[in-house]
């Protein structure tokens, strides 16, 4: 048995190809299944939020489309049509239950500004407090690339900390992470625990390279290492064990379970890490490299500096990256892009000519810098 005791909050995230049929008509079986296991959760004081997708497929149901259309104004046509149909489903089947749901879709903005996602934190509670549970997608009748999560594992992810989760399930149509692709090896063993995402771990989920990866399971890993850092315990299983969410969530071995990480992050390097989307880089030298790479907290001054990327302001969340396009650490800057361009690889004191006024001689402050100690986060930002 797994060690839930004292759950109050579980984030559930449904996949696309578990909430509807081949024909793309809602699968109304999983509706009755989510809506019961909520009601019990809640009958046990635990609070559920459901983060769906299904509103591109259900439209394009409702448009008598059968692929997914590659013009984007379409393809967020459906979002909105099947957006509306999803929720019309999903009221139908809470009623039945008596139970309050209440709709919120988001973008990556939400979690990236963050007066913005302490709003989005306020609505939250009060739908709490209210027994109201938030059903959550990406809005994306509106999302274009710049804004967008891109995908409902990570939305789940960035959404459990916001909501103070201590436990988020993914259930999708594969029984869990394998040690091999189990559609083309008979013996792959399904992993009941991961204690450590780690380079076995993230080979087992497959790349293009080694043809042993499940479908989809790339973004769960992502989730996982978003979710566990932030003390977060996550499981994937199976869409046909929605039934079971009672079981799952008191402990029974379904599925695999993420165990949170020992050592979480704080709250703020968390969002800065996993929850913000750079408006630009800088690229550092060498010796600044190493510098940010020991123990000790360093600013990153002018001097260290060799190149910038994009174009930025003053006051916006950049990726530092070495010279071979690593990101090695993330942080706030106190110069806009044309500024770096102006003062890179100068001493401290000749900068001060440059400018009338008086501004600060760290580019990014080690108060508000995050260097990545652990080489995968680089591998969520995207
Ligand atoms: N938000 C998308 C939808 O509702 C799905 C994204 C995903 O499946 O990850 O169609």
Known sequence: MRDFKNLKRVVVKVGSSSLVNKDLSINKQILVSLMSSFKNLQD?????????????????????????PKEISLKQACAAIGQA????YYNKVAEIYDLKLGQILLSHDDFSVRKRMLHL???????????????????????????KV?????????????????LLILF??????????PKIYNDAKLITEVSEINDSIINMAGDKTSNVGTGGMNTKIDAALIATKASVDMIICNSNMISKLEDIVNGNLIGTYFKKSTDSISSRDHWLIFRTKSQGAIVLDDGACLKLSSDKKVSILPKGIVSVK????????IEVL???DNIIAKGITNYSSSEIELIKGKNSDEIKSLFNENRKKEVIHANDLVVFKDGYYGRVIK
Do not use: R
Request: proline share 3%.
């Open 310 to 317: 994009d174009e930025f302001l003053k006051g916006s969340i």
């Open 322 to 324: 070495d010279k071979n």
């Open 121 to 147: 934190t306020d609505t939250l509670d009060s739908m709490f407090k209210h027994h109201i549970i938030p059903v959550i997608n990406e809005n994306d009748a509106l999302a274009i690339d710049e804004i």
């Open 172 to 181: 999708s149509d594969i029984d869990g992470l394998f040690d091999k692709n």
């Open 44 to 68: 046990k004081g635990i609070d559920p939020l459901l983060v769906t997708s299904g509103a591109v497929a259900l439209g394009m149901h409702e448009l008598n489309l059968d692929k997914k």
């Open 150 to 166: 891109g995908d409902n594992d990570t939305l789940s992810a960035l959404i459990a900390p916001v909501v103070n989760a201590d």
């Open 85 to 88: 149909k999803l929720m019309e």
